[in-house]
């Protein structure tokens, strides 16, 4: 089961990881749009990633996402499921899953897409700080 977290959903994972794992996932367009427009106040990264429960390279992906929300806690992740959020995957000009959006100051700095784990790691240490 989720856990309700100010409207926001953490990702459904073992109890026991939640403490450590800080992914985000969003179900409203409305609190999306809130909480980008708050993070224009901040330098932090957060990486958003677009998803979809069909995709099978989205869910390869997954175990990365979350080891990397549970190292590098200075870096807030994002999931959105493109087929529930349509209008923010295509405010990003998503195309292809999964695609990682990299924003800093509510302006995007970067992006992979596809299963690059190296590369997104890669471009978290770049932009982390």
């Known amino acids: 089961m989720a856990t309700e977290f100010f409207g926001l959903h953490q990702a459904n994972e073992p109890s026991s990881f939640m403490k450590t794992s800080h992914v985000l996932a969003f179900h409203s367009s409305a609190k999306w749009k809130s909480h980008l427009a ?15 429960s069909w995709c099978r390279p989205c869910q390869f992906m997954e175990p990365a996402i979350n080891e ?36 800093k100051a509510g ?23």
């Open 107 to 129: 302006k995007e700095v970067d992006r992979v897409v596809g299963v690059k784990k190296e590369e997104l790691q890669k471009k978290i240490e770049k932009y982390r700080l």
């Open 38 to 52: 708050a993070s224009k106040g901040t330098a932090k990264l957060i990486v958003i990633d677009f998803t979809a």
């Open 68 to 103: 990397f929300a549970a190292r590098y806690t200075n870096v807030e992740f994002i999931k959105i499921d493109v087929d529930e959020l349509m209008d923010v995957a295509q405010q990003f000009g998503v195309l292809t899953m999964p695609t990682f959006t990299l924003i």
